[in-house]
């Protein structure tokens, strides 16, 4: 069986801050430019964060930005007002080339990067049935066009990224989002390219990946649990309403869990979340509720064998 906060009692808190999925006009909350970007991030890791999971938009449309300049202005402000661990994405957005997506990672060498690991159907057009009013064009059309998205993700773009930025000592957030994902992080083991101990992000709820009920999870896990038994580190999380039970059902059995604007612009049922902070207390909470501590960006390096924020480029 793998390793668990159980046994340590510690479980990292990620915060993925703002992602590419959510567009401006769903939440006046959603940070967009550099400087909301940063704010909230910092204020994310003063919550209990230990890691910030991090992607750019452009300041005046709130379009996702993936150039290595779209970074640049809030990357040394985050890493000036905290501790915690930057990871820089390498997803951008499914509407982007896998050597977009990698540039940033590329160029600025973080601690993490996340990494998907398998291609798939990316369904964010349901939100329109919530959503009708929207201030900038591309928002429509970013939603609409995923009827007929598929995130590419081969086995090709895979090690693309990972030659790409492994040798900078970055190490990854595998993003799993089915079970299939997890057989594909496999292969890459068996054939060395891929070096424990692994941190398995599994995402549930998403229109395309693995559901969101409770056997999913477990089914995520003991998946994981048999192929990786102790070389990996698993996080959870849940899209949409879905976050808050699916962080609570994983961390009970020893996952570790993520939250933030990316995933979900929720605090509650029908509650906007007002900032990142307000998710990453909330979840903290429900940690805590559990009798287990929330690990610390130090702690997070040691669980993860990361190597140090001394270690970036930027």
Not at 114 to 121: A, C, E, F, P, R
Request: proline fraction near 5%; aromatic fraction near 10%; glycine fraction near 10%.
């Amino acid at each position: 069986m793998a390793q668990t906060n159980i046994q340590s009692g510690k479980v990292i808190i990620t915060c993925a801050v703002t992602g590419a999925i959510h567009t401006p006009s769903m939440s006046r909350y959603l940070p967009v430019t550099p400087d909301e970007i940063a704010e909230q991030a910092v204020a994310a890791a003063e919550a209990g964060a230990a890691i910030l999971h991090l992607h750019a938009r452009d300041p005046d449309t709130g379009r996702p930005d993936q150039s290595p300049e779209g970074f640049a202005p809030f990357l040394p402000r985050i890493k000036q007002g905290t501790d915690a661990v930057i990871n820089i994405t390498t997803g951008g957005s499914p509407y982007m080339s896998v050597k977009e997506r990698a540039a940033p990672a590329a160029t600025y060498q973080p601690e993490v990067a996340s990494l998907n690991m398998g291609s798939m159907n990316f369904g964010l057009y349901p939100m329109l049935k919530r959503f009708k009013e929207f201030k900038f064009d591309w928002e429509r059309a970013h939603l609409e066009g995923s009827r007929d998205l598929v995130f590419r993700n081969s086995f090709q773009d895979i090690e693309y990224v990972l030659e790409t930025c492994y040798g900078n000592g970055t190490r990854f957030e595998f993003e799993c989002y089915d079970i299939s994902h997890l057989y594909n992080l496999a292969h890459f083991a068996d054939r060395g390219l891929v070096k424990a101990p692994f941190f398995v992000q599994s995402v549930f709820g998403l229109l395309g990946g693995i559901g969101s009920h409770p056997e999913d999870v477990l089914h995520m896990k003991r998946t994981a649990d048999r192929l990786f038994g102790t070389d990996y580190r698993w996080s959870v999380l849940g899209a949409g309403a879905s976050q808050f039970r699916i962080a609570a059902q994983a961390a009970a059995v020893g996952g570790n869990v993520r939250v933030g604007l990316e995933d979900s612009l929720w605090a509650g049922p029908g509650e906007l979340a007002t900032s990142n902070a307000v998710q990453v207390e909330k979840v903290r909470q429900i940690i805590e509720g559990l009798s287990l501590t929330v690990a610390s960006p130090d702690e997070a390096r040691e669980i993860l064998s990361l190597k140090g924020g001394d270690q970036v480029a930027f």
